[in-house]
């Protein structure tokens, strides 16, 4: 399964992805907090929305677009 960047917001149109809260290749539980992206107005934690194993693609510290693909969880 794909890691999408979600739309934070209505006008939110791309995101720092500040942390990932998991190393590439841990094992995560659905739910399990996954990363944390910075919007204009706050810092939000993402929870894993499935179980399995995490592959990061994209590193933390950068701005990446809504719907970009940040990793996968297999």
């Known amino acids: 399964m794909q890691i999408l960047l979600p739309k ?3 006008s939110v149109n791309e995101a720092n992805l500040v ?3 998991v190393a590439d290749g841990a094992t995560v539980a659905k ?3 996954l ?3 910075e919007s204009e107005k706050s ?3 993402i929870d894993a929305p499935t179980a399995g ?3 990061i693609l994209k ?3 950068e701005v ?5 693909v940040i990793g996968e969880i297999a």
């Open 8 to 10: 934070l917001g209505f």
């Open 19 to 21: 942390e990932w809260m």
């Open 31 to 33: 739910g399990d907090p």
């Open 35 to 37: 990363y944390a992206l």
């Open 43 to 45: 810092v939000q934690e």
């Open 53 to 55: 194993i995490v592959k």
């Open 59 to 61: 590193p933390a510290g």
């Open 64 to 68: 990446y677009e809504v719907g970009t």
